[in-house]
């Protein structure tokens, strides 16, 4: 472990509430956790960085960038930065790890979505904390593996012919979807540079839609906002379902119900209806998981 850690480390741990310590499985455990409990799976910041694109000449920020955004304008991301910069982060704290793609193609290069693999104690775990169901813990791959939070549900497991290729099967409460990734090939964001420029253009899932997903461990709950549709999932079963009638109402739930008062809302609404959708006409019927 490096003894004297960059000032944007220091930054993402203060903002999930963690500090530095060796490298161990119960350390990456509660890491995993910290962050998924402190910030969201969103799009707003993937439209705020959009809308700077001309200027920064970037979709996806630096980590200093991505730390300090974490505290005032309270981004989580989506997974190009939020599984990016998680994996940066848990290789400065000492853990040997790479992003791996995942998605539908055999060519990891053409998937949509990014994951981590962390080698440690001689085992390889998938870890995924900006995706529409994340790893509450890391995720042993060898043979199957399993994870489920508050109902939704994804199976990890080889392939029968190729077992070096892993697939990955998800349910969130009736929408399935069948991903793909090979855990020995390490993706850089720079080598999905092309699904990255993809993802912010129009009628991709990111662009067509306002959303909002967090888990809250705490309250045993998970909250989903998807334009002005907001679900509650609570771990015993229980669904409740609201419809937002203005912007004003869905920064308050943001603020009251996620506690993130500085997502900048109206802005992200802005570039939306640029790209054609109204935030608050309807909620499209396909499920948000983490395809970019």
Not at 57 to 70: F, K, L, R, V
Not at 248 to 260: K, T
Request: charged share 25%; with cysteine; proline share 5%.
């Amino acid at each position: 472990m490096k003894s004297v850690m960059p000032t944007w480390t220091e930054r993402y741990l203060d903002r999930i509430g963690m500090n530095v310590e060796a490298p161990s499985l119960d350390y990456l455990t509660r890491l995993i956790r910290a962050r998924l409990s402190a910030l969201a799976f969103e799009n707003i910041s993937k439209m705020y960085y959009f809308r700077r694109y001309a200027a920064n000449g970037w979709y996806i920020p630096d980590a200093a960038t991505h730390a300090e955004h974490m505290h005032t304008l309270d981004f989580g991301g989506l997974c190009h930065s939020g599984n990016g910069h998680f994996r940066n982060l848990l290789a400065m704290l000492g853990f040997d790890c790479y992003n791996v793609a995942v998605g539908e193609s055999r060519v990891p290069e053409k998937n949509g979505h990014l994951g981590t693999i962390v080698r440690l104690d001689g085992r390889q775990l998938y870890v995924d904390v900006a995706v529409g169901i994340p790893t509450d813990s890391p995720v042993d791959i060898v043979g199957e593996g399993h994870f489920d939070v508050c109902g939704s549900r994804a199976h990890l497991y080889p392939d029968a012919l190729d077992p070096s290729v892993y697939h990955m099967d998800t349910d969130t409460g009736g929408s399935h979807e069948r991903w793909i990734m090979n855990p020995e090939y390490p993706v850089t964001l720079a080598a999905v540079d092309g699904e990255i420029v993809l993802s912010n253009t129009p009628g991709r899932v990111f662009t067509s839609i306002l959303c909002c997903k967090m888990w809250q461990p705490e309250r045993r709950r998970i909250l989903t906002l998807i334009n002005r549709s907001l679900s509650i999932h609570h771990a015993d079963g229980r669904v409740e379902k609201r419809k937002l009638g203005t912007i004003a109402e869905i920064e308050d739930v943001l603020r009251s119900e996620y506690g993130m008062p500085r997502l900048p809302v109206r802005e992200a609404v802005e570039v939306l209806r640029q790209f054609g959708v109204d935030v608050l006409a309807g909620t499209p019927h396909r499920e948000m998981q983490g395809r970019a």
